[in-house]
C-alpha cells in the first residue's frame, strides 16, 4: 500500500509569508499522479491543486504545486488570514486512494 | 456546478450496518466515478470506496470485507453501506466525485458537505 508522507506535521507563520509544504510518496504511480486539498474546522476539503501543479478552479494564483515521482512541494507564495489551514496530499495508485496525515498551517 | 449531500442516521449501533446516500444535484451520475471518504474527529482522511457509474467498485482493502457501494442513476443518488460496525467507524462521511485524467491522475474534485455518523450502544 502507498504511504504518503507530509512535512512539516505543524508549521507557523505569519500572514505575507511563504509556506513551503512536502509530500513524499513511498512509491511513485505516476510521475504528476498528486492533488492537494485545503481543509478548514468544520468544513469539507477543497481540491486545491491536481496533476502537482495545476490549479483547481477558483484557486487564487498565490498557490502553486510542484514535483514529481515521489516528492511534491505545495507553495504559498503569500500567506492571507484564510490560508491557515490543514493541508492534504492526496495519490492515485495501485488501485486506490491515499492521503498524507496533513499539515497544521497555523497563525504565529 | 455539481452538489453533493449526504443522508442518513446520525447514530448507528455496534454491530448493526452503517448506510448513507448521497444525492447529486447540478449534474448527472453518467460517466463518472464517485467515492467515499471519511474522518475520525481529529484525525486525517481515510478512503473508503469508489464506484462508476456502471456499478464496478473498487474498495479500500483494510474496510473491503464490510462495504458495500451501489449506485441509482434514476435516482442520482449512490449509498454505502458499512456493516458489522464498532466505534472505530465513529467519523464524518463524505461523499465525492472523481475525476480521472490520463497525465494528472485521480482525485476528488466535488465534495458533500459531510456526515457524522457515531456509533454508539
Known amino acids: 500500500e502507498p504511504v504518503l508522507t507530509q512535512s512539516p506535521g505543524s508549521l507557523s507563520l505569519s500572514p505575507g509569508e511563504r509556506a513551503t509544504l512536502s509530500c513524499r510518496a513511498s512509491q511513485s504511480a505516476g510521475s504528476t499522479y498528486l492533488a492537494w486539498y485545503q481543509q478548514k474546522p468544520g468544513q469539507a476539503p477543497r481540491l486545491l491543486i491536481y496533476g502537482a501543479s495545476r490549479r483547481a478552479t477558483g484557486i487564487p494564483d498565490r498557490f502553486s504545486g510542484s514535483g514529481s515521482g515521489t516528492d511534491f512541494t505545495l507553495t504559498i507564495s503569500s500567506l492571507e488570514p484564510e490560508d491557515f489551514a490543514v493541508y492534504y496530499c492526496?495519490?492515485?495508485?495501485?488501485?486506490?486512494?491515499?492521503f498524507g496525515q496533513g499539515t497544521n498551517l497555523e497563525i504565529k | 456546478q455539481v452538489q453533493l449531500q449526504e443522508s442518513g442516521p446520525g447514530l448507528v449501533k455496534p454491530s448493526e450496518t452503517l448506510s448513507l446516500t448521497c444525492a447529486v444535484s447540478?449534474?448527472?451520475?453518467?460517466?463518472?466515478?464517485w467515492s467515499w471518504i471519511r474522518q475520525p474527529a481529529g484525525k486525517g482522511l481515510e478512503w473508503i470506496g469508489r464506484i462508476y457509474t456502471s456499478g464496478s467498485t473498487n474498495y479500500n482493502p483494510s474496510l473491503k470485507s464490510r462495504v458495500t457501494m451501489s449506485i441509482d442513476t434514476s435516482k442520482n443518488h449512490f449509498s454505502l453501506k458499512l456493516t458489522s460496525v464498532t466505534a472505530a467507524d465513529t467519523a464524518v462521511y463524505y461523499c465525492a466525485r472523481v475525476e480521472v485524467g490520463a497525465t494528472t491522475g485521480s482525485h476528488f474534485a466535488y465534495w458533500g458537505q459531510g456526515i457524522l455518523v457515531t456509533v454508539s450502544s
Open positions: 447540478g449534474g448527472s451520475l453518467s460517466s463518472s466515478y
Open positions: 492526496q495519490q492515485y495508485g495501485y488501485s486506490m486512494y491515499t
